[in-house]
């Protein structure tokens, strides 16, 4: 790299998190939440089905009776892959990280990240997570660590 070169880098700006739209109808709610670090899903009053992602009606039975309950946001690992290359900015720093699905005690499955796992190629399924939160402006995003 050349002068030219370091200059132009120094000039440009950090890379940021690609963030959410709070503002979308269906997740407006659960993006509120988080900004109090709260994980919210919704369960139907009529059949008990558990909601996640935010929607309108239930996916068992089409109610629109959703109430919305809060995670304690402590869960298992179902699955995961391990990132080596990426080409957003802001992840391109963090590889090699873990993308997981983590089903939550209370019954919602939801994709994440697995922060400061050391050994990434060791077997997380099945492994215990709990929340953490990295926080915005106008939200925070889930992420989890092993317990």
């Not at 796992?117 to 997380?124: K, R």
Request: glycine share 6%; proline share 7%.
């Amino acid at each position: 790299m050349n002068i030219v070169d370091n200059r132009q880098a120094a000039n440009k700006p950090t890379p940021t998190r690609p963030l959410p739209d709070p503002t979308e109808d269906d997740t407006r709610s659960f993006w509120a939440a988080t900004g109090d670090r709260r994980f919210v899903y919704q369960q139907c009053a009529d059949c008990g089905t558990m909601v996640f992602y935010p929607r309108a009606h239930c996916t068992g039975c089409l109610s629109g009776r959703l109430e919305e309950k809060t995670s304690a946001g402590i869960g298992t690992i179902y699955t995961y892959s391990v990132v080596r290359q990426s080409y957003h900015p802001f992840f391109r720093t963090l590889v090699p990280y873990v993308v997981a699905w983590i089903d939550l005690d209370e019954g919602p499955r939801f994709l994440s990240n697995v922060v400061d796992v050391a050994q990434p190629d060791l077997s997380l399924i099945g492994r215990r997570v709990q929340i953490e939160w990295e926080s915005h402006e106008e939200l925070s995003i889930p992420l989890f660590r092993l317990s």
